[in-house]
């Protein structure tokens, strides 16, 4: 089973590549649903959290309050960079979790995505690593449409991200989205048929 790194800024095209992706057969894990998930449900990671920020950061009823916490490392480094060493540290150990259950279904790939998988270390997992990415403004506009938001905030979102030579830089292969959705996908099953094992897709 080959493991896909799956990364990029937002509105660059990753979700068109992952149902390329499916298609081959490959398991998808969605690092952002799977740490939306954590910050509810798991209690190792949460007792850490606890530990590190206080009890200011969860309410009466013991969930997280993502404001709370958000407005202790916002601006502070330090925090933040503390906060990012205990949950990436937690979300890749459940990633691998993940990836060996997909090697024991006999899966023929494991596909990652995560907007962090370089710096979680989540990419040490990987066999290979795919950076999408895209024109900024290409960007901004898809952002807009996808979600229903004002020019402005669609461009301080896309600000606020590494850009797309970052990425690129780091990634063993890239996937570049500056055309239609049927090119895009064209190129990623071009470049998945000469990673992913036939005998086994």
């Known amino acids: 089973m080959v493991v896909i790194g799956i990364t990029g800024p937002t509105g660059a095209g990753k979700t068109t590549v992952l149902h390329v992706l499916r298609a081959f057969g490959a398991a998808v894990i969605d690092c952002d649903a799977l740490y939306h998930n954590m910050l509810e ?75 962090a998988l370089i710096e979680s270390g989540a990419a040490e997992l990987c066999d290979v690593t795919v950076a999408v990415t895209a024109d900024d403004e290409l960007r901004v506009r898809r952002v807009m449409l996808r979600e229903g938001i004002p020019e402005e905030y669609a461009r301080k979102r896309v600000a606020a991200q590494k850009p797309s030579a970052w990425f690129e830089a780091r990634c063993t292969h890239t996937l570049r989205n500056d055309g239609s959705r049927e090119e895009l996908e064209g190129k990623a099953r071009a470049l998945f048929s000469s990673i992913i094992p036939k005998e086994e897709s």
């Open 41 to 115: 449900h798991d209690e190792s990671m949460l007792g850490e959290l606890k530990n590190r920020f206080g009890e200011g950061v969860f309410g009466a009823d013991g969930t997280l309050r993502r404001k709370a916490l958000g407005d202790i490392v916002f601006g502070h480094p330090n925090a933040l960079a503390d906060l990012n060493a205990i949950t990436h540290r937690h979300i890749v150990a459940e990633v691998k979790r993940l990836v060996d259950r997909a090697r024991g279904e006999g899966r023929p790939a494991a596909a990652i995505d995560a907007v």
